[in-house]
């Protein structure tokens, strides 16, 4: 080859030789900086998707936009299908008079991004147009790097590699110069390029009910909060106005509820709004469907759609790139079976290692699949949805691996369950339970394992205590079924949940299904496991607490001491399960009246807890407070009252301030203080305890709900009927809604306002609801339950108040009657309705009989309960009033000075009760005519009473009239008008101007101002 020869050179038996030579204008090739952009170089897509909303998401894009004089990179990042195209669209459209030119580049890959910057250029420079795309895109970024004043929108970048060399070109400080907007699912990356970061989120409920609306071609979706109700332009065209909203609410019949399922998810609501508009459904059919299809829901596009652009394949191809990251799609579909919001992190701590873990959960929030925070994980409930719906042609949502990750989801819930009677644990349980729920609600029952129902039952029993009785039935109820379809009825874990459900009915009050249930698996354990096995002697125990709980003391107390015998012989009398069923059955004897043998039994159950567990062990504790429980019915509060105290310091100390132990035990110590009439005390002490459960437990909480009625009671007590009476009705109400009306803790709050209706002076009020409460108790618990003998006596009572002496006497005979027959002659309830009957007579003017039954009520007192017992004072007292009454002033006048001694030895001389007393005999001197006792003792009962119950105390008012009518007996008007007038001051402002009392009051001090005259 010689010298001379130029160009292509090829050597080679098929060499082929191709040269092309552009010929390009000089003008063409002059510097970039000189190439000005023609008007209107515009090239953002029209958008087919609806724009709603997102005023606020504009603002923050444009301030991002606005801001700084150099390049500017604002990149919006979110979810696939939240709209970071349609918002980026719009940003453009409505600043395309700002920016030019104005250029959109889909920039998925690196390849796109070459192709769309020389599209740019070509568009700046159309003679250019033959250059290799290499080359132009070249010229153009150094065209961006050179000019101000553009708009660079790259689309769906997947990788910020990608768009790195764009940028490291184009970023300037030149003023004014170009905006760079970014779009992605990726949220991580971008602060190496310096990027102003906006994420973008789903819509606003209303937004997506106005989209759904546009698309599907309802373009003013109804607000039933904004429909008219006025007829007045007349009855044809109110008819019709009519007719036409309620056509339109009954088409969109769940347009609400279905966005809600979409998640506000702007690709989901159209593409659920195409498919109505398509097919003239209404939400709630798509709803159905979405229910009973979602495979082929969530993969389907209306015709004339976008076939790939349905929510589940934009988010497959996201999966797509996680691929390399093995455990990211697995830790998804996990995900997926729990809650969306608050997902703790520690409970996946056992799911891989934790580099491993932590990978995974970065790699997804980086392409938005879910949001993580220090403690906790949120995914988008329509990404979860689409994640546990199997698609066999879907490598994500593989059948099997969706099946394998619900298993996995149930055991990571198992093992992070706390104990369920450990308070410290409630705040776990009550994150999880949002979790479990969520488990159960999207897999069917049918699908439950042996796993689901261990989870079922414990959430079961954690709510149960908690007082959720409705949730907890429904979880033991399925936990139970699928144990008997998975391991049968005999099974040991069969037998142990159905105990469970037997007791969450008996916590429910409905004992008609809890006591054949606990009869059965007592039944069923003797059968299988044997009559000494220990859950056989467990369940015996359990069926003896449900007979006690309905009342049925004989057949209670002979399981409870066939259960005791059996547990001291097989674990022995110092077992821990030995000493609980010791107290059970004390516990019973309690209830039965036979304090004889429920203390000492209680004694020695303390005494040998104490030696076995030592002194600080809770169960002690509990021991403590049954001891002063039995002690308080006995009626001696000189050692109930310090062993609740001591009861109550050891359990602050032992068990920390907000423990529910500590709560009951100051929830005791108040109803001891103010059965011993130190209402000063009491008060403070139910209004501490109602505070702090609805601090621990929750308002609706049965035990919260229990204090507020005690704290009610106190005020009752106290004659606070202003704070009693509203605290009353809303313990009611609450019950009502949390309970069920058929509760007993509802029957017994019913019965509560029924008693501060009577004392408030409304008979009327209190009758209907005595009479209801009857009515209830007898459907509820059946004729012989100690709840309806209250509630029969508690009616007749407001019989007689209200002045119906003969249907009060009929209902006290038979409440008497029922008494002795069920309960027997000795029973302090028996005890009570004798004296209530005798009272009755009483007021009836049958003095015979009454004060005969009268002293049978005092001699069986005595004999019962002993001479000092609360009620025994009381029938000593009774007995003196009805000699009163019978003219028997002398043995009247005896019996109630040696009573008035003993409530001062007993209760002390400031105890309301012994302040009654003080009275009654001051009234009996009166009308015995010894005004020189009654007079003096008149005064000191209205000083103590000022001094102890307060100046407003129903008590306080009482001894004012009293000592005012002694003062007018005694020809005193100058010192009984005072009080007269003071009195009926007091009546006025506490009880009204209507209220009986205040009648008598107005009547006595007319009476006494003409005497002065």
Request: hydrophobic share 40%; with cysteine; proline share 5%.
């Amino acid at each position: 080859m010689g010298r001379d020869n130029s160009g292509i050179i090829s050597t080679g038996d098929h060499a082929i030789n191709t040269q092309t030579n552009v010929q390009l204008p000089v003008q063409a090739l002059r510097p970039v900086s000189d190439v000005e952009a023609p008007p209107g170089v515009v090239n953002p897509p029209a958008h087919g998707h609806p724009f709603i909303g997102r005023q606020g998401e504009l603002s923050d894009l444009h301030a991002a936009l606005a801001s700084g004089g150099q390049v500017v990179v604002a990149a919006v990042h979110g979810l696939g299908g939240v709209g970071k195209s349609t918002l980026a669209a719009r940003y453009a459209a409505t600043h395309a008079q700002v920016w030019n030119p104005t250029w959109w580049i889909t920039a998925d890959t690196e390849a796109a991004v070459e192709s769309g910057l020389a599209a740019l250029m070509t568009q700046l420079q159309p003679e250019l147009a033959m250059l290799p795309p290499e080359v132009l895109a070249t010229r153009a970024l150094a065209w961006l790097a050179a000019h101000r004043q553009w708009l660079l929108i790259l689309d769906n970048v997947t990788d910020p590699a990608h768009v790195a060399p764009l940028l490291g070109r184009t970023l300037t400080t030149r003023p004014q110069a170009g905006r760079v907007l970014v779009t992605s699912r990726l949220s991580q990356g971008w602060h190496r390029l310096g990027a102003q970061v906006l994420r973008l989120d789903v819509l606003t409920e209303q937004e997506a009910l106005q989209l759904l609306a546009q698309i599907a071609g309802h373009h003013h979706p109804p607000n039933p909060a904004d429909r008219q109700d006025d007829n007045s332009t007349g009855n044809a065209t109110a008819e019709a106005g009519t007719e036409a909203g309620t056509e339109e609410l009954r088409v969109w019949a769940g347009a609400a509820d279905l966005v809600r399922e979409l998640g506000y998810l702007p690709l989901a609501v159209e593409q659920a709004a195409a498919y109505l508009h398509q097919t003239r459904l209404t939400p709630r059919a798509y709803l159905a469907l979405l229910a009973e299809h979602p495979a082929v829901m969530y993969d389907q596009a209306a015709e004339g759609g976008d076939a790939e652009r349905t929510i589940a394949r934009i988010w497959r191809i996201t999966l797509d790139r996680l691929t390399d990251t093995p455990l990211a799609g697995h830790l998804l579909r996990v995900l997926a079976w729990h809650a969306p919001q608050q997902i703790p992190r520690t409970l996946l701590d056992d799911l891989a290692d934790g580099p491993v873990l932590q990978q995974a959960l970065g790699r997804l929030a980086a392409y938005n699949m879910i949001t993580l925070d220090p403690d906790g994980i949120t995914v988008h409930r329509l990404v979860q949805a689409v994640a546990r719906t199997p698609d066999p042609g879907d490598p994500h949502r593989r059948p099997d691996d969706i099946t394998s990750a619900r298993h996995e989801a149930t055991d990571l819930l198992i093992d992070a369950l706390p104990e369920t009677g450990d308070p410290t644990g409630w705040p776990a349980w009550r994150v999880l339970l949002d979790h479990i729920a969520a488990l159960t609600d999207h897999a069917p029952a049918s699908l439950d394992t042996t796993a689901t129902s261990y989870l079922l039952d414990q959430a079961g029993q954690f709510l149960r205590e908690q007082g959720s009785l409705t949730r907890a039935i429904g979880y033991v109820e399925r936990a139970d079924a699928a144990n008997e379809r998975i391991l049968g009825r005999d099974h040991h874990d069969a037998l142990a949940v159905r105990n469970n459900l037997a007791s969450a009915y008996q916590a429910a009050g409905d004992l008609g299904r809890a006591i054949p249930l606990h009869r059965q698996g007592l039944a069923d354990a003797e059968r299988v496991l044997g009559d000494k096995h220990p859950d056989t002697l467990a369940a015996r125990n359990n069926l003896a607490h449900a007979y006690r709980a309905a009342g049925d003391l004989g057949q209670a107390i002979p399981l409870f001491e066939r259960a005791l015998s059996g547990l001291e012989q097989v674990l022995g009398s110092d077992h821990p399960d030995t000493l609980v069923s010791r107290d059970n059955l004390a516990g019973a004897y309690q209830m039965a009246g036979d304090l004889g043998r429920a203390i000492p039994l209680y004694q020695q159950t303390l005494a040998d807890r104490e030696r076995v567990l030592g002194d600080d062990h809770p169960d002690i504790l509990v021991s403590r407070n049954n001891l002063a429980l039995t002690y308080q019915a006995a009626g001696d509060l000189g050692r109930a009252i310090p062993l609740y105290q001591q009861t109550l310091a050891d359990r602050e100390r032992v068990l920390g301030d907000d423990h529910p132990d500590i709560l009951v035990s100051r929830n005791n110590l108040a109803l001891a203080y103010q059965v011993a009439g130190d209402l000063g005390r009491a008060i403070p002490l139910f209004e501490q305890t109602l505070a702090d459960r609805e601090q621990v437990l929750g308002s609706d909480h049965p035990d919260t709900l229990a204090a507020r009625s005690n704290l009610a009671g106190a005020y009752r007590e106290a004659g606070d009927l202003d704070r009693a009476i509203p605290l009353n009705e809303q313990a009611l109400t609450d019950s009502e809604r949390v309970l069920g009306g058929d509760h007993p803790t509802t029957l017994t709050a019913r019965i509560n306002l029924a008693y501060a209706y009577q004392l408030a002076g409304d008979p009327s009020r209190a009758v209907l609801l005595f009479e209801q409460v009857l009515t209830d108790c007898r459907r509820v618990l059946g004729d012989d339950h100690p709840h309806t003998l209250t509630a029969r006596n508690n009616l007749a009572s407001a019989y007689q108040d209200a002045g119906d002496l003969d249907r009060a006497t009929l209902l006290h005979e038979q409440v008497l009657a029922d008494s002795r027959r069920v309960l027997g002659d000795d029973h302090p309830h028996t005890l009570t309705a004798r004296n209530n009957l005798a009272s009755a007579y009483l007021n009836a003017g049958d003095l015979d009989r009454a004060t005969l039954l009268h002293e049978q009520v005092l001699a069986g007192s005595e004999r019962v309960l002993g001479g000092d017992h609360p009620t025994t004072l009381t029938a000593r007292v009774n007995l003196a009033y009805a000699y009163q009454h019978a003219g028997g002033l002398d043995r009247s006048i005896r019996l109630f000075e040696q009573s008035l001694l003993d409530f001062e030895r007993v209760l002390g001389g400031g105890h309301p009760r012994t302040l009654t007393v003080r009275n009654n005999l001051a009234s009996v001197y009166r009308e015995a005519g010894d005004l020189d006792r009654a007079i003096p003792l008149y005064q000191q009962i209205l000083t103590d009473c000022r001094r102890v119950l307060g100046s407003d105390d129903p008590s306080t008012l009482a001894a004012r009239i009293n000592l005012a009518s002694a003062y007018q007996a005694a020809g005193d008007p100058g010192r009984a008008i005072p009080l007269h007038e003071q009195a009926l001051i007091d009546c006025r402002r506490t009880l009204g101007h209507d209220h009986p009392t205040t009648k008598m009051v107005q009547a006595n001090l007319s009476a006494a101002r003409q005497e002065q005259i």
